[in-house]
């Protein structure tokens, strides 16, 4: 089990940003497991991720922000500390189909994802059994007329659990905007397209309409605006005139589970961030 | 030098019809070299390519149409014969870019392309010399205010040449509803984003505001409506944060050659055929 | 529920072959679902897969054989008929890594593999709990010095169960000659790496030490000759120097689910037809 | 132009690396473009390459070693240090085949290369028309018993022409081992399968043979041992049973474009660095 501690940085870009950091870490005797740094020339942002490993090193957690803040301060940083052994808690909504679902709930279990599911939520009962399996507790919380008292249910279940990051995990409701800018940038969602093409509703419907040779499948967080937050990953499959409909909804579960699990994966190793509505992964 | 003829159909489906065509050939002794079909769910539709070499076929060409057509009448086809031996005339335009025309004249000298080039025309003078290398007569039509006039030289020139279709190498200037409608089917474009996502203007600077993970190239024929004709042929390449404005374009331009140079090729084979505003490739 | 008849064709080719083939199924009137084929021009085979509805078809599928057997003898075929609501029995063996048994049992569930798993064998106790959650008796063989013995059981509740196909669904075990020679092109195996790249043991690492840019898996049916039979399908994932031999085996999970996944499905479909050590796919 | 040092190290992993590169240019006044490392967990080996501006930089590229070199000597470092206004000098070898070279040419012109290409050398005379095109010295060199002779007079023009890189585009000869030893990792070829499989003569028709369900191409720095070099880059594309052997090697040559020039762009920008028989690209 790594026991490491993560910064992550985003300010505007200057000479010796990368030397002050360094020096900061090198003189408490961090060892450096993985550092990645981005400049966009655009918008004249610095970004960074630095993850050491915590044995060594001479400083407290508890100390760290006292020690650092003057120079995150002198070099107008917005930055973040996260800590390895704390395992996010991950709350999955689901609707009717759960094949993203099957994929993550295997990916924890074998150790690919290193978090916690402290609830599955569904307007569907299609999952208990999976879940059940798993042994994860699941939520019945149907969604007709009653969209406001669900969602008010469904955030006291967040709340008690303190959950950390949503995944919305081909959940077929579309979220309010209070319960959005209750998790922003902490729910994911897998769109079945290659976005921003056939965003909205039934997309493969619309790819096999349109004659495409590819379909995709986009993960994003979710912002108010519906299918339109931050894309964190994205993939692609070959199709023919010989691929119905039905063929293309098959292929696509692939790509969905690919991206989602790797917008997961990204998000609790704390890989992602986001600037300009677009994400960087210093995977 | 292949000597065949490719025989493409398209007819409501019913029993017997790979039957029905597989004896009329049988009977006059074709030598199928490929054939391949494909029945549309949706529509209804049967659509058939089939190719056999002429050197056995006992039904000279000039006699197929007065032998087929009571066959074709009871099938409700619609159909036509092409030669492989009469090599189509291709009329390319190009703007400023011309990496696509480039790929093209490479790809008809190295004997991937079957076809003749007996013209480029371009609103820039860029073009030029690569057009003299490889011997083809170079047309310098610019356009301004003048675009009435200016497709009227091009239709002249197209028309002079007996221009059997038209290739937009990155032809950056609109084509009239009048020029299109001259040309049906017969006129292939390059669009350099993964449609329908970023048709229009500007394509890959969208894409890179946007944020996208993989951009993309499509292929398609030119309708009066702007990038929204049949699709042909599609590509994408990963990018990542890393990679700025320039890179895509840059990563973008391979795949333009490569969605736009098999475009051209299925076409000059007789490979595509379209139905719905979709295409059937039978490669 | 799909009530269809396939039927699989192999011999030289010739002239006539499909228009007798078409005659011999529209007589009958029968509707043609789908229809491929191919000829290879190195062996001068021809190779056919026809599939048709069988509800309005008018020959018993016992009287099948006599019927065609005058036609199969003058164009010297090999032919076999297969009805698609018999559902293959499939056997899956599986060793420690659960992967692709947690996925064949998905997507069997899902409805996108259309057979039975009767039983799993494996030499680990792993999987049992998986196997019991999808109800499917599970047998526990080890295989340590006693291979023979071993193999003997496994035979011996292959044939007790009417298993049609066996899948080795990562089985770290080889199988003996004399077992592989029970079941001619009915064993398939997932390898992972883009074989022949890395045949025999450990490819992750060898891939990993030998600094490839891409990693890949493949299925093929299981041949006496280790990871030399007909290869089925195959993919490749992109990797970095970022990625550390870990990554290699995490990312390259994927690939055996999807390669593994999709044979098995084609298998069942009667999608497959061999020649000349390699495969036709008709999908 | 971009005006910009790159500083290349490799050096056993501690701890401080970054930090005292970091400062060490900073203290400098350097406004760094590009920073890229890599650990390596194996070797436990520290890569890195980091790229400055030299418009502010306050230390005269002359003066770099004398003032770098405690600190290098410190920290055990390998390194180099490389200019962008200083274009490298790229010689290509070519033979029958001309695609790659006809890409790298116009890739050149195009600006995608920031290189010089003073020389190409050949066993045929078939390139000679498109390097006049291109307005670069053709220079043809008969390989037939007389390998030794023909390196001898290759290396003069080597020499005097001061090349930096060899780059062999489809040159279908075997260089000796006292040639490849004289330009130590700077010999980049392109192989046309993807290694390690099919090392060695005709890779497209044992591909072929072998019913491989994708094909690659490889580029890498060429060593005394055939085809065993570092791979640089490498790429696949799907084929299928309807692919013949000339469609391989068609589909083939746009492959080896791709892995080729990427291979040349990496490494004129110094964004390569070999360990253990392996690359890292920082691209």
Redesign the interface.
């Given at each position: 089990m790594k026991n490491s501690a993560i910064l992550l940085i985003s300010c505007p870009d200057r000479?010796?940003l990368?030397?002050?950091i360094?020096?900061f870490?090198?003189k408490r005797?961090?060892?450096?497991?993985?550092?990645?740094?981005?400049?966009?020339?655009e918008t004249g942002l610095f970004l960074m991720r630095v993850e050491w490993d915590l044995s060594e090193f001479e400083l407290a957690t508890e100390d760290f922000e006292t020690e650092f803040s003057p120079l995150a301060h002198d070099l107008g940083m917005d930055w973040k500390l996260r800590l390895s052994s704390i395992r996010q808690r991950v709350g999955i909504f689901v609707s009717h189909y759960d094949?993203c679902l099957?994929d993550l709930l295997?990916r924890q279990r074998?150790g690919?994802l290193n978090c916690e599911f402290p609830l599955i939520i569904s307007n569907h009962e299609t999952a208990r059994e999976l879940a059940e399996?798993y042994q994860i507790p699941f939520h019945f919380i149907p969604v007709k007329d009653n969209k406001l008292e669900a969602e008010k249910r469904q955030l006291a279940l967040l709340q008690e659990n303190k959950i950390d990051l949503i995944v919305l995990a081909r959940y077929m409701q579309i979220l309010s905007s209070h319960f959005v800018d209750r998790y922003p940038q902490r729910i994911i969602n897998v769109h079945h397209s290659?976005?921003?093409?056939?965003s909205g509703a039934r997309p493969y419907h619309r790819a096999f309409?349109?004659?495409?040779?590819?379909i995709?499948a986009t993960s994003h967080y979710v912002t108010p605006e519906l299918d339109e937050g931050?894309?964190?990953?994205?993939?692609?499959i070959?199709i023919?005139?010989?691929d119905?409909l039905n063929d293309l909804i098959?292929k696509g579960r692939?790509l969905e589970k690919?991206v989602l699990s790797r917008a997961v994966r990204w998000h609790i190793e704390h890989r992602i961030l986001t600037y300009?509505?677009?994400?960087?992964?210093f995977?």
């Open positions: 000479k010796g990368v030397a002050g360094g020096e870490l090198y005797n961090a060892n450096v497991l993985h550092a990645d740094q981005h400049q966009d020339s094949h099957a295997y074998s690919e399996f290659f976005l921003p093409a056939f309409e349109k004659g495409v040779k590819l995709g931050p894309i964190i990953e994205q993939d692609v070959r023919s005139h010989r119905q098959q692939d690919i300009s509505r677009k994400t960087v992964v995977d």
